[in-house]
Structures are given as structure tokens and as C-alpha cells.
């Protein structure tokens, strides 16, 4: 199955994980004939807004600098008289965004008000909130209740003239499928309805009875199916926004594992009868943590819906889905749930707080905040993000550095000490650093006798030269220590300035 | 760059050899020594059975190729390893004759690519020239290679210059490095294990050419071949030794003060001592090395011998197991000296192409056990980054002392019991019933213990949740499964 988004084609995030998803959604029938649906107040035009985003990220290894631009072209819709709702992909990394009237007729210059990778969503608002421009002629859409199987719904596309064009489609199914952040599923529709995939729009509003109900991310030409972010999903997220400061959605804190294999259940003392899924790492301190779970532990059951051997539960209308939802889709930060399980055989319950998880110590994503670097010496330190890690391109996992890589997979191994993974990236070839030309992708442990635990902390330890004028600086692998000269550092640093380099280090703008 | 092996496998011979036997002009006087040269030069056809590490239970296998040989000294004809690699039925053919010669390996070096082969009955050899060896040619020297390369039946000529003298990888091991002698004379497949003559002495064995580049032939220069056939002379062929550290070079000029050093341009950083190698507990990680067996370090880690630069590890190549090197270093402010001994490391071998082994295997309810090593790892086509990264760490982290092998799970096959478990798949094993598995015999006797717990738990490298088998049913499951794939033995563990 092939999915393409309608206009971005570099957004491959997309693809992979929502095959797998797909396959286990369940599709109803019979299938009513799609034109015959009723047509009532939904003809008319909800309001759209043409979104134009330059989307401009940071080069992975050249920190400094940002790779070349690329605009981008989606659709929004007025949520509130100054809030307009989009998905996070077309936003994310942006450094100009403007709103359009669907006619072309006036602009507006918009800013990011709120954004969350994870669930792709994102709230956008004038840059001027006195000058409301063509968005003031507009009247807010309000988010619809949560649809059914088997409901119609309608996906808005602008034309080039600024018609909307609308496309009736058939909630086939229900499932999770990460939208943009690999790894970070949510509840979406499925939904089947044959489009116009020349009439350029991206992150489409779906409606159904005059209301919000979804935002299309992807559709699949093939197989003429779209998937929508679930209006539960945008609930939960415009709930979370309204109270003024945005949590994020919440997560229990703990990796899971199917229980299908029979001498697996036999082991784990599980009965023919019983479901639920091993836990096979519980993260510390959040919600499962501080509920006395443990690795080996085998969850049964969430707020009473028992959980089967794959991890699935049944939803009241959606049907079967994977046991996350039950965390993340409506649940807010500080939200309780009681979780059932098996200990040795034995049938236990508590009450866990729900919590959002914290970064880990290597990021996943570097979205909107420029990647830190420190330069010294010609030397380029950073800290190990899996962004990083993934600008190896293609086979990324094979052609990234093997150390790194290690670090990414097994990253509680390294946390001791660590806020950051603090790296050399590459070196600038230079006199102070004659003979080091080898050394590459190796961790920094310590700089003149200092530990590292974040890029900052390098800084720091570097910043004034040592007694005797040489920097120490520890490596995880040989040399084991590289020396620079502090003052031919410094006048190199210097020429790399002049000689182009904007800045010499940038650090993470919050922390 | 890619090497390739000179050897000529019988996929590719479509030549058809009626016609040799019509020749048989007589050769001048004058070239009677050239004559005599010709006929020391044997052609040497190999039947194989190359081991298949995708199914370690199943035979291998069969196929063949054609190489060259030399008469070096009573019944003794020298060639290549790759050659000879995986034998099963060696034949050797003298030049002008049709009778195939049953012939045996005696020994067989795959880290320096050479082989002593004996016929079963020597008495055809009688009266044949056994060739002198020589020594180092001069660079820019002719050099003739003699052999039965591709292109026709009989024996081939081929005349070039000594090009480069260098240390290079040999690449039938795909692991070693030894010196070798470039010449510009075609070395085609086929010409492997012949003999470069010069003076009407061998200075060499042609073994591999260049893919990539027009008339680039290699030969194995005369103190390998020497250091080999001093190294059988006790009935056995030992590996390499290695001084069994790495080093760093010291160009840095901050990094020479800080260890403060002079501004000399000599000596290396140790940055890594093998455990169990030679230097393991005398020389340590930081100690600056300064000379090696008399001759001065340069801070690139070389070593002057006969006006030429070398590499330190050169000092090394002539010698054997039990064998002494002076070394002299810096540790801190202090000059010290030692003495280490040389010793072999097997495991070091872990990652080289291994020969004419049965692989090993553990069989046990359709999980297929292997230690890991460079061919397990290519047939397996094992990515798997928790793998690489203890394959990588192996040597140099010491792991292989606590760890022999690391048992890895190599395949699965499905069965009820196993229907569920490929997320176990290329993994490799750290424990079995909690116990650390420390080698192939080990995970046998732990998965095949008498007193097996109820469920027997496998803990693998990366995945996280245990493998459980019950023990009670392994046996079942064993039947069924070695049934179909007719596998013969629940193990193979080695000799």
C-alpha cells in the first residue's frame, strides 16, 4: 500500500507506519452507495484558509546552517474568530507563514500559537491580532461529536479559483497510525471517498453535519483512502490548549509486548482465558512507575476494559483497537487510571497518574528549535538527536555511526550523568588539529577534568583556558583524549569566523 | 578497491583440453634450465565442499577450480590457500602429461594464502628441478610469471616489472595485511599459487590481481613464503603473531606537549592492548611507544629498515609464538623497557573468512544456534546493530575472554512452539536459565541439561522479553523438526 500525501512529497514520515496500522482496522460493510448520502447544511463552505508555510530545518551536520527552503501549501480552518487549525507536518520548522484568502484576495500574516509533533496538530494565529484581514469576514467552525462507522463525512479541498470542492467519503474503519512523528499513534478515521488530488491542498478539514470533524494527513490514491486525525484527538488537544498552558498528551510510561507465544503464557502463568500484554519496561518516574508496576508484569486491564493477548480492546463503537487509546486519545496529564494485572499468577490493581513523558535523553526530533553545537578549535561538538541519526539518509540505521547508533537503542545504559549525549561530529580541518583527522563520532565524557552531561556543560569547561594552555577533552574511544592548544584553538576559531562561519555555538534555547 | 583471488573456478572453463596432448616440440639446449623451470610448474585441479553457514548440519556445497603449484623441495609443491580452500579431492597434472596425481594438503595458512601440498605417490616428481627461492626483487626489476591461467591449457608466460613494494591486505583472509610485491604482468585466474621467477629463482607467488585495474598482479614476496615453510617445519602451521596493541599517531602538537614529549616526530600513543596478546599487563593504554626491538618509532607508528619505512607491526611478521620483542616506552615521565613475548590470539580470527571447517551449530526445539563469526555474520546477513555492536567490541573490549563464542540465534524454524518468536531472530544469547552463556558447548549443555527447568529462559542481547521453551516439549518439537529438514545431529561442536 502506497500513501501519498497530496502535495508533500518529501513528508516520507508518513509512509510505513500506517500499513500496519491499516491491516488491522476493521472495515464494515455493506457499503452504501456514497452519493446517495443526504446533503444537508453541509453545503455549505465551512471556513478555509489557505495556509503558505516556508519550511527551512537546520543541516544535521553543518548545524549552522539551515538546508534550502521549501514552501508548502495547506489548508486550515477558523476555529475560533482568531485560532486556525492545521496539522503540525506543514508547520513544523517553519520561518514564514501567511494566511490566504480561498479567492487569493487578501493575506495575513500568521505565527505558530500552538504545536504538538506527536498528534500532528497545530494552532495558528495572525501575527497581528488586531488585523484580522480576510478572517474577520469568516465565521468558526465548531468541533462535531465523534461519528460512527459507516458515516459519511465530508473532506473540503480548495480549488486554484478558490472554490471549495468538496468530496463525500465513507468512515470505513478506526484505527491508530502515526501521522508524523514516527512512533506516535493516534486514533483516526479511515475513510474511503475518491478525490481530486490535482486541486493542491494538504491537511484537509473533514466535516459532517456543518461541524469539524477531522483533519485529512494522507491519502492513499490506490486505494482511495484517507486518513483523518479523529475528532476525539482534536478535543483533547483544543481542551488541553484552552486552560492556557498546553501539557501535551499523557502517556503510563511503560514499553508492552503481545502475549500470543503459548509457552510465553505458560510462563507468565496466564490463563487459556486471559489476555493483556508483558511489560517489558516500565520508565521511571512516571505514571506506572510510582504505581509499583514492574518489568514482567503482565497488564490485563485499563479502567475496566480487559486488554487481549495482542493488546487490542474493544472500543463501545469503534471496535477493536490497540490498548494505547485507552492513554492517549482523551486522557489529560494528572488523569487517573486504574490499571489490572498479573503478578506471578496472581490478579493485582492500582491507580496510576497519568503523566507526559519527558524527553528522552536522545531526542527524537529537533522540530523549530536549531540543533546546538559549540565549535572549538575547529572541532564541532552536538548533542545526539535521532534526527541526527536519521539525515544518513536512506539505510540510516546501518550507515549511521555503529557507537551512536548503539546509544540511540540503548539509551538508559548512557543516562548516568547525562542530560544530553554530547558528541564530536566532525572536525574542521585546521593547524590545531593536525593528526586528529581520524577521530570522528566518538562521545565526549569529560573536558579539562569537568564531566559532561549536555552540550552547556562542554561550553562551560572549555571556556577558559587551563592552566598549562592545553584543553583536555575525553573521548569514549582512542585517543581516549584529544589536546588542543587554547590559544591556537581560539585563533582558529576566530579565522573560521571570518572566513564565514556565522557563529561559534548555539545552545538549546530553553533548559 | 576490490581484490580478487586468482583462482579459476570451473563455472567459468570452457576451454577444452584434447589438443594439449599434440604438442611436443622439443626445447633448444639452450633453454634447458628454462625447460627445467617449466616442468616444476604444476597444474592443480580442486574438488570442493564449501561449508554452508546458512545450514551448518548440511554438507556444503560442491564445486571446484583450477590453480597452479611448485616444486619447492622433496615432494613438496608450494601454492596458494585459496587454491586448496575447502578441498575434498586434489589432483596435480605435470606439464606434458595427462596423468592426474593424487595429491594432499599438508598444511594450509589462510592468513598469508599459502599451502603445501604432497602427492600421495612422489615418484613421478623424481628428477624435476625443486625451484630455489630468492629473495626481495629490486623495484623496477623483470619478474616472469609462470602458471596455468585462464585463456588455454597449457603453461603460460607472462613477463612484467616489479611496480610497487608495499604492506597490503591479503584477501582470501579478508583480515590480513603482509607485505606484497605489485607487478604489471597479467595475473590472471588460474595463475594463483605459480611461481614469479627471476634469476631462475622464485621471488614469489602470484595470488590476486585488481578488478579494477589493467595489468596490476600481486605476489607473495619471499620472506612470507619463507616465514611460512619455518613455521611447518614442527609438523604444524601456527597463525601470525601480533604485537596486539593499536596506536595513535603523534602529529598533534598540543597533544605531544601535554604527554610531554619533543618536538621530534617519534613515538606512537598506545590506545587499545589486546587482552591476553602479548603486551597485555606490561604495556598500557596512554604509554607512548618509543622503539621496538632496537629500531625508533616515527609519531606515524614507522619504523626505518633497509632505508625504507615500515610499519611498526613489521618487526613482527618474521617472527613466531614465543618469540621476544624489545620495546621501549614512555610512561608518564618515566623511559621504561620490556621484553613481551609474542603469542597467538585466536580470537582474533573471529573476523576472518575461516576454511574447510565444519561449522558449528546447536539444534535445539527449531532454534539454530551458531557462534558468531565473519561467515555466520554474511550468510546470515545479520544487520542486527545490538549484534554488531558486541561483534565490534569482541577483541578490543576483551569480551571473548568471558565469551568465546557468542552463541547467536541464527534461525528459526517454525513449529508450534516457535511460531511466535521472531523477534528472537539473529540475536545473540546472554543467558540460559540465568546462567551467562560463555560458549557454543556451554549453551549445549545448559539447553540439553539432564535437570532442565520446567521452562528453560532464554535472555537475548536487545530484546525484551525472555524466549521460554518448555523443556518438556523440546525434545518432541526436535524430532518433528529435524525430521523434515533432515537434520542428522542435535549439535556439531567442533573437534
Known sequence: MKFTTILIATSTLLHGHGVDQFSSSQLEEPTPEVTSVPVTSEDEAPPLIRINSTVQSFNAGQPWQRNSSKNRRGTGILISPTQVLTVAELVADQTFLEFEAPDSSDRVRATVSIIDYKSNLAILEPANTDDLGFLGELSPIELGEPAAIGDDAIVWQLEYNGTPLKTKGLIRGVDTVSTFLPGFSFLCYNIKGSMQ????????PVTRGGKLLGLLTAY?????????IAPEIIATFLEDVGDGHYDGFPSLGVASEPTEDSSFRDYLKLGDEMGGVYLSRIKPGMGADKAGLQVGDVLTAIDGSPIDRRGYYEHPSYGILPWTVLIRGEKFAGDQVRLEYLRDGEVKEVTATLTVAEDPLVPRHIHDSA??????????FQELSSAYLRAYGENWTTRAPLDLMHVLHNQKDYEEGRERVVFLSRIIPNPATVGYD??????????????????KSLADALAKAPADGIHTIGLSDAPHTLYLDAQLANLVDQQLLQSGLPMLSRMSEDE | MRLIPAFFFFASLIFCSAETTTANSTPPPAAATEAN?????LRIEVATQVPDYRTPWAPGGFSGGRGTGFLIGPNQILTNAHVVANARRVLVTMRNSSRKLPAQVKYVAHDCDLALLALDDPSPLEGLLQLPIGEMP???SEVRAIGYPVGGDRLSVTRGIVSRIDFQAYSHSRVDSHLIIQVDAAINPGNSGGPAIQDDKVIGVAFQGLRQADNTGYIIPTPVIRRF???VEDGRYDQYVD?????????????RKALGLPDDDKGVLVTSVLPTGACDGIIEVNDVLLSIDGKSIDSAGNIEVDGELINLNEVVERKFAGDKIALEYLRGDERKEAEVTLVTVPATRIYGVRYGERPRYVFYAGLVLQPLNLNVMSAHRIDNLNVRKLYADYLDEGIFQERPDLVTITRIEMDELTSELNEFKKTVINTINGTPVRDLQHAYDLLYAEDAPEFTVIECEGVSRPLVIPSAKAKQANERLMQINNIQSTHYLGK
Open chain 2, 138 to 140: 629490486a623495484l623496477d
Open chain 2, 37 to 41: 623451470i617449466f616442468d616444476s610448474v
Open chain 1, 197 to 204: 488530488s490535482s486541486s493542491s491542498s494538504f491537511s484537509l
Open chain 1, 438 to 455: 581520524s577521530v570522528n563520532s566518538q562521545i565526549i565524557t569529560s573536558a579539562n577534568g569537568q564531566e559532561i552531561k549536555d552540550l
Open chain 2, 243 to 255: 604485537l596486539g596493541l593499536s596506536h595513535f599517531s603523534l602529529f598533534n602538537p598540543a597533544m
Open chain 1, 371 to 380: 540543533p546546538p553545537f559549540l565549535i572549538k578549535g575547529g572541532l564541532v
Open chain 1, 220 to 228: 492513499d490514491s490506490d486505494d482511495q483512502l484517507s486518513t483523518v
Open chain 2, 229 to 231: 615453510l619455518k613455521d
